[in-house]
C-alpha cells in the first residue's frame, strides 16, 4: 500500500510554468507505475501522464506533449510534473496515482492508489 500527497498548485497566468510533485509514503514506491490525472468542473477525470517503475518510460497524453514533463526520484519517493506553457484549459484538479500493473495506461481504472489532489488554475 501507498499514501500519495500532491502539492505545487496554484494560480497562474497564461504561459507560466508550475512544478507538482507527488510525495509517497510506503516502502514499495519502486514498484508502481506512477500516473498524474486532472479532473475539472463537471468533466471526467482525464489521463495527462505517466512514467514506468524504473523511470525509464513515459506517455503523454496529447494534449500536453510537448508541454509537461512527468519524471521520478525513486530514491526520494517522489514523482514531478513539470507544465510549461500553461494554457487556460489546464485549469483542473491534479491527481498523482499508482499502479501495480506492469504498462503504462491511460486509464484511470489501472491505477489502485490515489492522492487528494492539487488545483491548478491558469488565466488568461
Known amino acids: 500500500q501507498v499514501q500519495l500527497v500532491e502539492s505545487g498548485g496554484g494560480l497562474v497566468q497564461a504561459g507560466a510554468s508550475l512544478r507538482l510533485s507527488c510525495a509517497a509514503e510506503g516502502r514499495t514506491f519502486s514498484s508502481y507505475a506512477m500516473g498524474w490525472f486532472r479532473q475539472a468542473p463537471g468533466k471526467e477525470r482525464e489521463f495527462v501522464a505517466a512514467?514506468?517503475?524504473?523511470?525509464?518510460?513515459?506517455y503523454y497524453a496529447d494534449s500536453v506533449k510537448g508541454r509537461f514533463t512527468i519524471s521520478r526520484d525513486n530514491a526520494k519517493d517522489t514523482v514531478v510534473l513539470q507544465m510549461n506553457s500553461l494554457k487556460p484549459e489546464d485549469t483542473a484538479a491534479y491527481y498523482c496515482?499508482?499502479?501495480?500493473?506492469?504498462?503504462?495506461?491511460?486509464?484511470?481504472?489501472?491505477?489502485?492508489?490515489w492522492g487528494q489532489g492539487t488545483q491548478v488554475t491558469v488565466s488568461s
Open positions: 496515482a499508482a499502479s501495480v500493473l506492469g504498462s503504462l495506461s491511460p486509464s484511470r481504472w489501472a491505477y489502485t492508489y
Open positions: 512514467i514506468s517503475q524504473n523511470g525509464g518510460s513515459t
